[in-house]
């Protein structure tokens, strides 16, 4: 199959058929790793783990955790929000 390479803002870009990318699981704004190997282009979709929040707090711990930094008293106009709490 034939593809087109484009030129756009000093880049190549190269424009990947429909049937090709659902094949390789590359959707738009995907990332995708370049390599040249033996004088061919591959690209491949990469694929980044999914965790869970559970998975992601696990790993938090007295040692990497930071304390709470004070930014000193505001400037201008910027606004604190928190999260509503119950009556008192």
């Known amino acids: 199959m034939q593809a087109r390479v ?3 803002e000093g880049e ?7 049937d090709v990318a659902a094949t390789a699981e ?12 033996n004088g061919a282009i591959l690209v491949r979709a990469t694929t ?7 998975q992601l707090l696990a790993q938090v711990t007295d040692e990497n955790r930071h304390a709470e930094t004070d930014w ?8 604190l929000s928190c999260a509503r709490s119950a009556p008192r």
């Not at 000193?72 to 606004?79: F, I, L, N, Q, S």
Request: charged letters at 25%; glycine letters at 6%; zero cysteines.
């Open 6 to 8: 484009y030129q756009r």
């Open 26 to 37: 590359i959707a738009a704004d995907s990332e995708v790793d370049v390599t040249v190997e």
């Open 48 to 54: 980044r783990p999914a965790y869970s929040l559970q």
């Open 72 to 79: 000193g008293p505001a400037v201008g106009k910027e606004r």
């Open 12 to 18: 190549l870009t190269l424009v990947i058929p429909p």
